[in-house]
């Protein structure tokens, strides 16, 4: 057996895949509106996303691997914390709901595995990666292996303080965070309500408008900082940018890499490769998948 099946359970959209395992190959795609708010509807189309996937293969699967926002339980069978979104998430029993084997695994952890497995941090031991886009999520891979840590709460990086001054709390209680930065959400706060989206804001910047271009170099300023601090802290091979920002291309990775000349510490010549995902919407899907090795 070498095929498997990958979820993820998005905020608007569920993204499934019939992944060979080996070679990284989507054999089959669905995707369907999640329809967060009607009550355990995003359950049955799991279930019946699965059931198409399988009818696609004449093989018997692996198992399946379901990517979702919030923290697994110790065991990766349940998500134990998601407050505030998707309500039925925390404790269900998805191999019991599925009847299959099931691995449940954080989000940006998937996509971690994606890129790890098959993407951009392929043959590398050491890497971190940070997806940006409503917020900011990540993951950490360390001797090969994702790192989960205790409660299952390493690599939200997002999380990490970059102005300690701030009288600005994000969703953990963290005074100017990574994700207040640069997140999607913030944006309109950032911009004093000028601009509503990161698209916006950038188009903008293109122009050259002076509120714009502030509010968005001081976002990959502190995007730099960061970076360097991860760099400090785990000395990665690698950090992967993934995303819905990632798509700003030049008008993000230019100004980073400026900053980070300015910001990391680089012993020996030492530097650390930052590099834009190779997977995109379907990182997450893959990266479930790819769980099953």
Request: charged share 15%; with cysteine.
């Amino acid at each position: 057996m070498h095929q498997a099946i990958g979820i993820d359970l998005g905020g608007t959209r569920i993204k499934g895949v019939l992944l060979d395992t080996r070679t990284g190959e989507v054999l089959e795609k669905r995707i369907t509106p999640t329809n967060d708010g009607e009550t355990n509807s995003w359950k049955t189309v799991i279930a019946q996303t699965v059931q198409e996937l399988k009818a696609s293969t004449s093989e018997p699967i692996l198992g399946v691997g379901l990517a979702a926002p919030g923290l697994p339980n110790t065991d990766n069978s349940a998500i134990a914390c998601m407050p505030g979104r998707l309500p039925g998430l925390e404790g269900f029993a998805w191999g019991d709901f599925l009847n299959e084997r099931v691995w449940v695994l954080n989000d940006a952890h998937a996509a971690v595995l994606a890129e790890a497995r098959f993407g951009a941090a392929r043959n590398i031991s050491n890497a971190a990666m940070l997806t940006l886009g409503t917020g900011v999520g990540g993951g950490l891979l360390v001797n090969g292996q994702l790192y989960q840590g205790f409660f299952q709460m390493a690599g939200h990086m997002g999380h990490m303080t970059v102005d300690a001054d701030s009288d600005q709390l994000d969703v953990t209680n963290a005074p100017g965070s990574l994700e207040d930065a640069i997140g999607n959400v913030t944006v309109s706060r950032r911009s004093y309500g000028r601009y509503k989206s990161t698209h916006e804001l950038l188009d903008g910047y293109a122009q050259g408008e002076p509120i714009a271009t502030l509010v968005w170099l001081t976002s990959v300023r502190r995007l730099a900082a960061a970076l360097a601090s991860i760099a400090n802290s785990f000395s990665p091979e690698v950090i992967v940018l993934g995303g819905g920002i990632t798509q700003a291309n030049d008008a993000l990775f230019a100004p980073l890499q400026t900053f980070m000349d300015l910001f990391e510490w680089r012993p020996s010549g030492k530097k650390t490769t930052i590099c834009k995902a190779h997977y995109e919407d379907w990182a997450g899907a893959i990266g479930a998948a790819a769980s099953f090795q």
